[in-house]
């Protein structure tokens, strides 16, 4: 898939669906590519431009 962020569009693969504590807002928790493995970031589904299948 791929978002938008304030650094550009980034891509990863969606690994969990998770709620933020705070409030409460969805976000796809993305293992980001070309990072380092196990480099997550939590992603709100209002970001998200494409998922590919």
């Not at 978002?3 to 705070?22: I, K």
């Not at 969805?26 to 992603?43: I, T």
Request: aromatic share 10%.
């Amino acid at each position: 898939m791929t978002f938008d962020t304030d650094e550009g569009y980034q891509a990863g693969t969606v690994n969990d669906l998770r709620r933020d504590v705070g409030n409460g807002e969805l976000h796809a928790w993305v293992e980001l590519d070309h990072q380092w493995p196990g480099m997550f970031r939590a992603v709100p589904l209002g970001a998200i431009e494409k998922v590919l299948a």
